[in-house]
């Protein structure tokens, strides 16, 4: 039985921070025991952890970015808790768990999962220079695409151990059962039509997102004769942004914005396809893997792992990031119906195939077992080497 110790930045609704969830509330399932702690005190997935019987949740109330007395009360934790290994997301996690570690002088090995390509703006680059130093010293790395590996590895941002795996999705949760007359009606709720063209974005409503640039891919989609409409499916800063340029672009006849949705897959159903048209890396991106498992092409601005996932022609298309009319292109080839469905049943294949959430967990799960083994084997030999 594996006593692992997961640690996020704070339980935001995040890639990350849904993806530590996951992992944690499976292996739980699976009979381990398992515990998280989060720095600050930002509880909005709390409800989704599922630690059971044995498992602990604590928040640390860190006060600043890095809170000494927060580092000292999570060294304790782990003192008591002694687990087998400890696996921070991100490299803010991974500083308050080095340091912890350090602290309580409990030997256990560390991993960090990356969820990060790119970084934009000085203060990140600036922050990477220490992150650097955490992952040199943490047991293992593991990346989630292989293009984001390569990116790190060539700037020296990895660990002793470096390894990949793939995001996976829960393909029995994110599958579409609905009858054309449930999906109708729900259309019907958003003013769509049944045979309207329906693009769909499950996001954030934040700059990287980029939902401006689909809303001038709509207007020119529609200026061609396509009947396309636009569902925002999500809420965010730019809510108000979006809604004033939706009124100035006279776009409020086709366009909504669902606000947040705790269960996305309602929503997703009424769409032909999905588009991720981020500026910013979208490293694996959660979202369009499961649109792919509900049977939805989508359309993927080149960037991050995209092309690991979608195999263009087959269940999507790539387009160059911030190229409209390239993604205006690939837009109007999937207003035929026949050929998104096409797209769709290929998406849904490849997802079962390569990334399901049940073949993440196993490799997961191999890992630590794996770590922990190699961290025991070790203290023996120092121990040995002590004696």
Not at 73 to 89: E, G, I, K, Q
Not at 214 to 229: D, E, F, T
Not at 302 to 322: C, H, T
Request: proline share 3%.
């Amino acid at each position: 039985m594996l006593r692992p110790l997961f640690v996020t930045g704070s339980l935001v609704h995040g890639g990350a921070e849904r993806h530590t969830i996951t992992v944690m509330n499976r292996l739980v399932e699976r009979g381990h025991e398992c515990h998280a702690v989060y720095v600050k005190n930002d509880p909005s997935q709390l409800e989704r952890i599922r630690p059971g019987e044995r498992g602990t949740v604590r928040c640390l109330n860190a006060g600043s970015y890095l809170d000494m007395s927060a580092v000292s009360d999570f060294a304790d934790h782990l003192a008591s808790l002694r687990p087998s290994v400890v696996v921070a997301a991100n490299g803010y996690a991974l500083m308050y768990a080095s340091l912890a570690l350090l602290r309580s002088g409990w030997r256990a090995p560390l991993m960090v999962v990356f969820h990060t390509t790119a970084l934009y703006g000085i203060k990140e680059q600036v922050k990477m220079l220490t992150d650097r130093l955490f992952f040199w010293t943490a047991t293992c790395a593991v990346f989630v695409c292989a293009g984001q590996r390569r990116y790190w590895r060539r700037r020296a941002v990895c660990a002793r151990r470096n390894e990949l795996i793939y995001n996976g999705v829960d393909t029995a949760h994110f599958s579409d059962r609905s009858t054309a007359d449930e999906r109708g009606a729900l259309r019907n709720t958003f003013g769509f039509e049944a045979t309207d063209y329906v693009i769909g974005i499950s996001a954030v409503l934040r700059p990287e997102k980029n939902h401006v640039q689909l809303l001038a891919a709509v207007a020119a989609l529609r200026q061609r004769g396509i009947p396309a409409r636009l569902l925002i499916i999500g809420d965010g800063p730019l809510r108000s942004l979006l809604d004033n340029r939706i009124r100035a672009m006279q776009l409020e006849p086709v366009v909504r914005i669902t606000g947040f949705q705790q269960d996305v897959r309602p929503s997703i159903t009424i769409c032909d396809v999905m588009v991720l048209c981020s500026i910013a890396v979208e490293t694996f991106s959660l979202a369009a893997l499961e649109a792919m498992a509900m049977g939805k092409p989508v359309v993927h601005a080149d960037l991050g792992g995209a092309a690991e996932m979608i195999v263009p022609g087959r269940n999507g298309f790539l387009f160059p990031v911030g190229d409209t009319d390239a993604l205006v292109d690939r837009l109007a080839l999937l207003a035929d119906k026949s050929v998104a469905s096409r797209m769709g049943r290929a998406a849904i294949e490849l997802v079962e195939e390569r990334f399901s959430e049940h073949a993440m967990v196993d490799r997961y799960e191999e890992l630590l077992a794996d770590v922990c083994r190699g961290s025991r084997l070790m203290t023996q030999i120092e121990d040995l080497r002590g004696t």
